[in-house]
């Protein structure tokens, strides 16, 4: 392998009009989320009504809800900065810090998608540094390489994640997911053995292959029929069965990335025959390539855990394992805590005393029972309770949590 050829590829000047017009499409649709993130009340349901949270980092606190609510109006406010090449790095910038803050605060309702936005808007801060539609622009070509391979790496890992015998032979989680879809709508089609192998392989193949096909001139067209359909395929499939939101219109809107700079300007023709060459500093470069090298290590870090990841959870955050988690309880919809409160008779110099905690995941609130009845309604989001049986990580927390506001210790 030639480095030396590799660099001088990576440093060639290429039109960043590609990266203009992906950040303003990607700010609309930013735009759409931020505003039904605010409309729909997601800072009361889940971050003020709970009475835990599961933060990522520990110490991690929400502000107060006149905080909150303001932090998600400067989002709508960055996510309009974002259209504008005079206000865009700024806006990506702090909407960066408030979209990143609100996920970091609940690993409950942590996805890849909201990840994948992250990171996105991480590369854009750092290499949509000189857009403009007055003059051409022209930047070294790693600018756009790192948007564009990030897209191939989020696709290529999670078809790798789903190359295990639980997807290849026992066709799940797919079979479930359109089972769930089947109990929706009520048509049997979308539980036929066919279509189920079907799209499990489909899924995994398109996974695979798509970074490919995107990348090569030859098969591009061929590569953007087949991912506006998956993604057009995954936002009907989860339409009313999933939280999938504007992730599948996202992904469609990377494939901007992909479509020849010159040949945007050739269709847009908004530009002046100005032209003028921007270059990156070497330690912006490193950075760059550091990052991306992080991104394709982070994900494989599992291995060095004990245990099996799709059954642990340990290492299943931050790499591409999407749909590729599917676990049932033994008994469905209940889980139940033992938790003891020590008390001291010092007549008989005994401890004892306890209560238990009855955790129902089909009703919207737990309870804590003991002889006399129940003595707490606890609030739990969908998403919390669904979490706890997913990963085992966020028990210890859980059970904390009941101890301090009980004075209890517990045992799970």
Same mark, same amino acid.
């Given at each position: 392998?030639?480095? +030396?050829? *590799?660099?001088?590829?990576l440093n060639e000047p290429i039109s960043n009009f590609s990266i203009t017009i992906f950040r303003i499409v990607f700010g609309v649709i930013l735009l759409i989320q931020t505003y039904y993130f605010i409309a729909n009340g997601f800072i009361e349901n889940n971050i003020i009504k709970p009475f835990i949270l599961f933060p990522f980092i520990n110490g991690l606190q929400p502000l107060s809800e006149s905080g909150l609510i303001l932090i998600s109006y400067i989002m709508l406010t960055s996510n309009i900065?974002?259209? !504008?090449?005079?206000?865009?790095?700024?806006?990506? %910038?702090?909407f960066l810090f408030c979209f990143t803050y609100f996920? %970091? %605060?609940? +690993?409950s309702y942590f996805n890849n998608h909201y990840y994948f936005i992250s990171i996105m808007c991480f590369l854009l801060f750092l290499v949509d540094r000189h857009s403009s539609f007055r003059s051409k622009i022209y930047v070294p070509r790693i600018s756009l390489f790192s948007l564009q391979f990030m897209v191939f790496l989020t696709y290529f890992i999670a078809g790798l994640n789903k190359l295990n015998p639980y997807w290849l032979v026992d066709l799940q989680p797919m079979g479930f997911i359109l089972e769930a879809k089947c109990d929706t709508t009520e048509n049997m089609l979308f539980i036929h053995p066919l279509l189920v192998g079907f799209m499990s392989y489909f899924g995994v193949l398109f996974d695979l292959a798509i970074g490919f096909l995107l990348f090569f001139r030859r098969t591009k067209l061929t590569g953007f029929v087949l991912a506006i359909s998956f993604n057009i395929i995954n936002h009907l499939l989860f339409l009313e069965i999933g939280e999938i939101g504007v992730f599948p219109f996202i992904m469609i809107s990377?494939? *901007? %990335? !992909?479509?020849?700079?010159?040949?945007l300007i050739r269709k847009f023709n908004v530009f002046k025959e100005q032209r003028a060459i921007k270059t990156n500093s070497s330690i912006l470069n490193k950075f760059i390539?550091?990052?991306?090298t992080i991104q394709i290590i982070l994900p494989f870090r599992h291995v060095f855990f004990k245990g099996y990841v799709d059954y642990n959870g340990i290492g299943q955050r931050f790499s591409w394992r999407m749909k590729s988690?599917?676990?049932e309880s033994w008994s469905p919809g209940y889980m139940v805590f033992k938790v003891y409160r020590e008390t001291f008779d010092p007549t008989t110099k005994r401890r004892g005393g306890k209560k238990f905690l009855d955790f129902d995941l089909n009703k919207m609130h737990i309870f804590l029972r003991d002889s006399v009845g129940i003595q707490d309604n606890l609030y739990l989001t969908e998403n919390q309770k669904e979490k706890l049986l997913y990963y085992p990580d966020l028990l210890p927390d859980f059970a904390k949590k009941i101890e301090s506001l009980n004075q209890f210790k517990t045992v799970v």
């Open positions: 392998m030639d480095w +030396k050829k *590799i660099l001088a590829w900065g974002m259209l !504008f090449n005079k206000t865009a790095r700024i806006s990506i %910038l702090i996920w %970091l %605060l609940d +690993k990377t494939l *901007i %990335l !992909f479509i020849e700079p010159e040949k390539i550091c990052f991306l988690l599917c676990k």
